[in-house]
């Protein structure tokens, strides 16, 4: 039976965040009000609905993470994978290759990405696995020379993402959650490292991009990419 897989990508360190509040491990157990970061992510996905998991983790920690997972849900679906190496976004989605199998649904989210309201409300998860292709969701934001940006065409086509451009074709700034159909691996293994030596989330989505099988959701309410002291200060307010 075809599946949505949720891959959570919890391996990087977050080095802006060490010392903060006294964290010397990874960022994804330090506390937001109250609770590790990567426990108010998997209750934030099993809001939206999501209920089969894959958490990426680095080596360093993966067993202390998964303890601190274990004990929170256990009785939850939950497998784990190591990314053993810094190399990008693409590549830590790779490293779930293992769970993903044919017909499955791929929602993938960045561990430190946090919603006012699901982004997959309006979407019918079933049907994207029968349809194919990729869904990237945006944010329209006032300074979109510092993000990825998405293109749109009036359909909410995606025409193409630019990393960081310095004449922004709009105001989309591209978020930390995707879905993909069942191909994504098979993309993955396309890819050639970037110029900083790593697998680019954006030169994944421009292969669905090219194949016209990219469609953008544009989110609404508050979106908080927590990987500053700063931040994780916002989203405890809004939390609260």
Request: glycine share 8%; with cysteine.
């Amino acid at each position: 039976m075809n599946k949505i897989k949720t891959v959570i990508a919890a391996g990087g360190l977050g080095t802006r965040l060490q010392g903060f509040r006294g964290n010397d491990s990874t960022k994804i157990l330090l506390e937001v009000d109250g609770s590790p970061m990567i426990i108010r992510q998997i209750e934030q996905l099993i809001n939206w609905g999501l209920n089969e998991f894959i958490i990426i983790t680095n080596p360093s920690f993966d067993e202390l993470i998964k303890d601190v997972v274990s004990s929170y849900f256990p009785e939850k679906n939950i497998s784990f994978s190591i990314q053993y190496e810094q190399k990008g976004i693409s590549h830590a989605l790779m490293c779930a290759k293992e769970y993903i199998h044919s017909g499955d649904t791929v929602f993938f989210i960045l561990g430190d990405n946090f919603f006012e309201h699901s982004p997959v409300k309006n979407l019918n998860l079933e049907e994207i696995s029968v349809s194919k292709g990729a869904h990237i969701f945006s944010y329209k934001v006032v300074n979109p020379e510092e993000f990825g940006v998405a293109e749109l065409d009036s359909n909410n086509n995606v025409i193409s993402i630019e990393e960081k451009p310095d004449k922004p074709k709009s105001n989309q700034a591209v978020v930390g959650v995707y879905i993909y159909d069942d191909t994504v691996m098979e993309k993955i293994t396309t890819l050639q490292p970037s110029a900083r030596g790593e697998y680019e989330v954006t030169d994944l989505n421009n292969l669905y991009i090219q194949d016209g099988k990219c469609k953008n959701v544009t989110i609404e309410g508050w979106w908080i990419d927590a990987g500053t002291p700063d931040r994780i200060i916002e989203l405890e307010k809004k939390l609260t």
